[in-house]
């Protein structure tokens, strides 16, 4: 088999998988074997650039190249549906469609509440994704939509049209929901209202590597293009489904209201054990040629329309407002709820986000008051009952000192939140930090969990981050509930973190709205925490991802003398406050111009920028007849690759380039951290 062929034969084997994983939701191999298949796939097309294609499954994973969100405009409008929130509304328009069509056939199908996409596919290769946009022109999203597993990347079968347009809704399962306000809240970020509004964010953001991550998933309910061939949607359904698309199963088709009215009432309750939101039933001609005698408004088309579902709603007595510190000291009220069951749940306590939102309600305790669970998750107090309120009883005040230290609370000007200012002594946010700082995305010290941060703290061995790089085994080992061996394990892993990377030590220091990515970005433009730490806003402002609420937040946490000391500390722990180790440079590439191109495994492009001006070499934009060699990733530009093949300049991968570089061993190794112990690792884990 020729290379060609080996490459093309993985690629189908891989889609049928992920066919069988994402669609079928019945995976027939393991996530190891899979894994396997993949990297096997991934280093053919690192050494053949030349073979690599937008489609192939290792696209999957993104890159960190910033989408541009081309203006698309749709070959067919994207039209939106008439919505009805009664079942007595829904009989007059069945009653309509009756008036028009003899035994219309009716095809209910549930109402995903994420956002509308619409995908092209030519060849059966997945060409285009557009948001629905103004329903006129929408963003071109394909990079992001192609990390999407369940999207088909190229079709199955041979019957597929040569051009057609298929759309649908791309939307975020509850577990990857949940799983993204977690970090979110841990990182000090904004959390998503709900499932919707965090599906459009992500199919939004500038990187495909960042949506790749988020478990986004994709159902399509709709095809469009000329002369397709079908009679029926439902027979276009059937036909999208073999060709590899996930289209639900939860649909029926139906003759008349009653039947109708039964798919309703039984979604209306069977969609609280459905793992993705839904807001509604959409229900739809089935028939075309009756669909062309309905017609369309100019905005909606009079053959379908959308049953939307109530919000699930309950009333209950609120008992208390409590108030919850974060570890960035922000204040969250919540309420305390006799216990009422809510959309399958029992619910007994609600976020109330902020004194605002109290002083709007007029919240008094006491009062019954409404609970809603909508798209969200958690749920929220929409309204109180005044007519059962007790005419005694006394608006809320809100708090004005932290419930946990005492200290008096501010407000940032801007911000809807309380904050705590007692950042060095108030409990739950000094705790915090330091559980933030010892997660595996952080310093990742494993063994320490958050109990024993707290078994820590109470017994005065820890008051900050710092101190965790003073502590010794016989100190732990004598605490309750640790052994030597964890005492010993601890320390091993608290001395590990010593070579955790910049971009994660940065991101370890909880500074607000620094998250992961923040981190990376700040690393990578300042190199060095000292740079980051005497930046002028100005300066911080240059770095990508870097907005003035970051860059305020950014100078408040140098400007405090605590975090100073607490770093210079770390700093002579041994943490890595550089983003590069220079003495693992060489000289092994001066003289040599290097164009690079695409995206990569294993480093970033600025990354591998970076390692090529610290093993000399200068990085160049433009392929040249002088250039030295092209560095070729995956989605190369094809003009650069072009280009360096008829001049004969040189295509290495990322791999060879790797090897060449840690092949340069002899040279640059500067003192202070001349290791004989330990093989020179050029720059592995050095850089994020
Ligand atoms: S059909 C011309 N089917 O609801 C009609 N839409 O409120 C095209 N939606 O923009 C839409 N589930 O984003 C259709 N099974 C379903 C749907 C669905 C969710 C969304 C879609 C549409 C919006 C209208």
Known sequence: MTIEQTINKLRQELNMHNHKYYVENAPDISDFE????????????????EFQSPNSPTMRVGSDLTNSFRSVKHSFPMLSLSNTYSLEELKEWILKVEQEISNPEYVCELKFDGTAISLSYTNGELQRAVTRGDGEVGDDVTENVRTIRSVPLTLQGEDYPEYFEIRGEIFMPYASFDKLNIEREQQGEQLFA?????????LKQQQSQVVAKRGLDCTLYQ?????????SHSESLNAARRWGFKVSKHTAVCNDFSQIEEFIKYWDEARHSLDFPTDGIVIKVNRYTDRIALGTTSKAPKWAVAYKFKAEQALTKLLKVSYQVGRTGAITPVANLEPVLLAGTTVKRATLHNADQIAALDLREGDMVYVEKGGEIIPKITGVDISERNPSSEPLQYISHCPECGAELTRYEGEAKHYCPNQSHCRPQIIGRIIHFIRRKAMNIESLGEETIELLFENNLINNVADLYNLKAEQLASLPRLGEKSARNIIQSIASSRDVPFHRVLFALGIRFVGETTAKYLAAHFTSLEAIMTASREELLEAEEVGEKIADSIMDYFADEQNRIIIQRLQSAGLQLHAIKREAASNILEGKSIVISGTFEQYSRDELKALIEIHGGKNLAAVSANTSFLLAGAKIGPSKLQKAQKLGVKIISEQEFLAMITNSKEVNISEEHTDTTKPQQPIQGSLF
């Not at 709900?194 to 992500?202: C, D, E, L, Q, V």
Request: proline share 6%.
């Open 223 to 231: 095809l469009a293009g000329k002369n397709l061939g079908f009679s």
């Open 194 to 202: 709900n499932p919707r509004n965090a599906a459009a964010g992500t």
């Open 34 to 49: 899979y894994d396997k298949m993949l990297r096997e796939l991934q280093d053919l097309e690192a050494l053949h650039p």
